[in-house]
């Protein structure tokens, strides 16, 4: 029986550990929102990142990001095409449009009438009033080929002028690999969005996200696809040329960039988080005990922001200085006293090993790890040292991939997590 039910919790926490993809913040406050991927869940944070509340809804479709003009007004886009609006900061959702495109990247408002949509297949969608109609915009080709150009930034500083970047991540599918070798655009608008100017094609390169601070000064951010290294550019003449910025060399193939006055952060694999306190100029990484891929970044101000990544979401209430695991529905701390784990451990996050105390009266210490799929990774069933009335394990965590695990002692039907870090 109690086999049974840890492996009912081992299968809840693994169905909570998606992939979540949009992260947005309402400026100026708490208030903020992640969307999945893999399952198409709204969850809320009224607290940046503190607890969590679902506002999911019936739907079939997977989405793909999430944006807050204010508090209450917001929009989803998925996969189809769909746009999802709410009018009171999540409770509900209506469904806008649909077919606008097979599948969308990214969603971006100016205001709360002035809205654009990146899809795949060299797509776009527009509205200009709130999404109660939406416009799909088909790229030309040449020069947008629809094989490779997938709009995954978009940045408008006005109704008219507005730029968007384009890459398109590798896929491996056997015996080749698509989409090598870079597909990066950037392009730009001066009728809202009606018809785009190509600035520059690459050849070596993926954007993935853009951001322009006015209509001269802007920054694009992504990587190469062959050695995932990532990869920062900025424009001082509207995008017509690009400058390599100089970044930590252990970044990775980065995903969203986000700006709040001089201060910047921008996320991508290997759960690469770098930060910028001087508009860009110069970067240093930031940590985030975390090795997932990170999908986007937001901040509500210089201090509070989240970040969606696969299984995982991370919040910070110092400006990245220190960055926390959420937890989303994976509730030791509110167990039952019949139900909450015996043992404790420190540190966590843990490097190269950890400590585990479990009270001497416990029989057959036996301390399991398990993967984020459920695998067994490592058992160990002896403690090297006692402490008053409670035996420690030291844990050794050599030739441990850094990620995210769960303790269980013996049998006890709840487990703890373990956050592993390089």
């Not at 424009?235 to 910047?264: C, D, M």
């Not at 509070?304 to 990544?309: D, E, N, Q, T, Y």
């Not at 030791?332 to 009266?361: D, H």
Request: net charge negative.
């Amino acid at each position: 029986m109690k086999r049974l039910v840890f492996l009912l919790f081992l299968f809840c926490a693994i169905a909570l550990a998606h992939t979540f993809h949009g992260v947005s913040m309402a400026s100026n406050t708490l208030k903020g929102w992640v969307v999945t991927i893999d399952t198409g869940c709204v969850y809320y944070t009224p607290d940046c990142g503190l607890t969590w509340i679902d506002q999911s809804f019936l739907t079939s479709r997977y989405f793909s990001d999430i944006v807050f003009f204010n508090e209450q007004k917001g929009w989803i886009c998925s996969d189809q095409g769909f746009v999802y609006h709410t009018n009171n900061g999540g409770e509900y959702w209506s469904n806008q449009v649909m077919g606008l495109a097979k599948v969308t990247y990214r969603i971006f408002f100016l205001n709360d009438s002035c809205g654009w949509v990146g899809c795949n297949d060299a797509w776009e969608g527009l509205t200009i009033d709130g999404g109660q109609d939406w416009q799909q915009i088909t790229l030309p080709c040449p020069p947008f080929n629809v094989d490779t150009i997938e709009v995954w930034g978009i940045s408008f500083v006005d109704r008219q002028k507005g730029w968007f970047c384009a890459g398109n991540y590798p896929v491996y599918w056997e015996p080749d690999t698509w989409f090598t070798k870079g597909q990066g655009y950037i392009v730009k608008s001066t009728d809202g969005g009606l018809n785009w100017q190509l600035l520059l094609r690459d050849t070596v390169y993926d954007f993935f996200d853009i951001k322009m601070l006015d209509t001269l000064n802007g920054f694009v951010v992504g990587g190469n696809d062959r050695t995932m290294s990532a990869n920062v550019m900025k424009t001082f003449n509207g995008g017509n040329t690009w400058e390599n910025v100089t970044i930590p060399s252990q970044a990775k193939y980065l995903r969203s960039l986000k700006f709040v006055g001089n201060h910047a952060w921008a996320v991508g694999h290997n759960g690469t988080i770098i930060h910028s306190s001087n508009g860009g100029n110069t970067w240093s990484m930031q940590t985030s005990n975390v090795n997932t891929t990170l999908y986007d970044v937001d901040f509500s101000d210089t201090l509070h922001g989240l970040v969606a990544g696969d299984s995982c979401v991370l919040y910070t209430h110092d400006g990245g200085a220190t960055w926390h695991i959420a937890n989303l529905g994976i509730e030791e701390e509110t167990a039952t006293p019949s139900t909450r784990s015996s043992f404790s451990f420190y540190p966590n996050p843990a490097k190269s090993f950890f400590v585990v105390r479990i009270p001497s009266s416990i029989k057959n210490q036996m301390l399991k790890m398990f993967d984020v799929s459920g695998k067994l990774v490592k058992a160990i069933g002896s403690h090297s040292a006692h402490n008053d009335n409670a035996a420690e394990m030291i844990v050794s965590l050599k030739g441990m991939s850094p990620g995210i695990y769960f303790l269980q002692l013996n049998n006890e039907p709840m487990t703890q997590k373990l956050v592993i870090t390089q």
